[in-house]
């Protein structure tokens, strides 16, 4: 199949980009694709984890890793290409020209957000810059909790910015912090767990958007 970009964007910082580009990296490896992981962000949380994987977890299955400047990044795209079907780039904040790059590139652009209205107002700039460069993009309902109407403000607060979010939402667990400790992702570190069936329907929801 042909490789394609899938770019975590989102200018709010404190909106678990790097979380979700590990916990859908390590679910899209389960599923039997070759993925690759890029760091553009200067924070450096995501080469951090990739550090402690490859220290602690050296059976996990490989993922491809990359740390690059985000005017590097089309060169660094075009070599990844040929080593991996998916490839996720982990952006810094604030919508920085590193970020602008990384959505330009991208065949699809994941907006994680707490499901509140001002955080879902916060992420406007994001989806208005991957509509504008005609990229494919969709929110990504992220530390979700368990009941209450946090679920039903949020799709209130889409349909009213014209948004669209994933089908499928991350909830607010505490495996996925665990997991992430450890250099792993929920579906290694406790593939039973709801947290896993979270995260596996997630990557599906991806990986047919992206067929």
Same mark, same amino acid.
């Given at each position: 199949?042909?490789? *394609?970009?899938?770019?975590?964007?989102?200018?709010?910082?404190? *909106?678990?980009?790097?979380?979700?580009?590990?916990?859908?990296?390590? *679910?899209?490896?389960?599923?039997?694709?070759?993925?690759?992981?890029?760091?553009?962000?200067?924070?450096?949380?995501?080469?951090?984890? =990739?550090?402690?994987?490859?220290?602690? &977890?050296?059976?996990?299955?490989?993922?491809?890793?990359? =740390?690059?400047?985000?005017?590097?990044?089309?060169?660094?795209?075009?070599?990844?290409?040929?080593?991996?079907?998916?490839?996720?780039?982990?952006?810094?904040?604030?919508?920085?020209?590193?970020?602008?790059?990384?959505?330009?590139?991208?065949?699809?652009?994941?907006? !994680?957000?707490?499901?509140?209205?001002?955080?879902?107002?916060?992420?406007?700039?994001?989806?208005?810059? %991957?509509?504008?460069?005609?990229?494919?993009?969709? =929110?990504?309902?992220?530390?979700? !909790?368990?009941?209450?109407?946090?679920?039903?403000? *949020?799709?209130?607060?889409?349909?009213?910015?014209?948004? =669209?979010?994933?089908?499928?939402?991350?909830?607010?667990? &505490? %495996?996925?912090?665990?997991?992430v400790a450890q250099g792993l992702g929920?579906v290694e570190s406790e593939p039973r767990?709801?947290?896993?069936?979270?995260?596996? %329907?997630?990557?599906?929801?991806?990986?047919?958007?992206?067929?």
């Amino acid at each position: 199949m042909r490789s *394609a970009v899938v770019t975590v964007a989102q200018q709010k910082g404190g *909106a678990g980009k790097t979380t979700l580009v590990i916990q859908l990296a390590t *679910a899209l490896r389960g599923l039997g694709r070759s993925v690759a992981l890029v760091d553009i962000d200067p924070q450096g949380s995501l080469t951090g984890w =990739m550090r402690l994987r490859e220290h602690r &977890q050296q059976q996990a299955p490989e993922l491809r890793f990359s =740390m690059i400047g985000g005017w590097r990044l089309g060169v660094e795209l075009d070599r990844l290409k040929r080593e991996a079907e998916l490839i996720l780039v982990d952006t810094p904040p604030h919508t920085e020209a590193d970020a602008k790059t990384a959505i330009r590139s991208a065949d699809l652009v994941l907006v !994680p957000c707490q499901p509140s209205s001002l955080d879902i107002w916060a992420s406007k700039a994001t989806l208005d810059h %991957a509509v504008k460069e005609r990229r494919k993009v969709a =929110m990504v309902l992220n530390r979700v !909790p368990p009941r209450g109407r946090a679920i039903d403000e *949020a799709r209130a607060a889409l349909a009213d910015l014209g948004a =669209m979010a994933l089908e499928h939402q991350i909830g607010n667990r &505490q %495996a996925f912090v665990a997991s992430v400790a450890q250099g792993l992702g929920v579906v290694e570190s406790e593939p039973r767990s709801a947290a896993a069936d979270e995260v596996r %329907a997630l990557a599906q929801d991806v990986a047919q958007r992206l067929s």
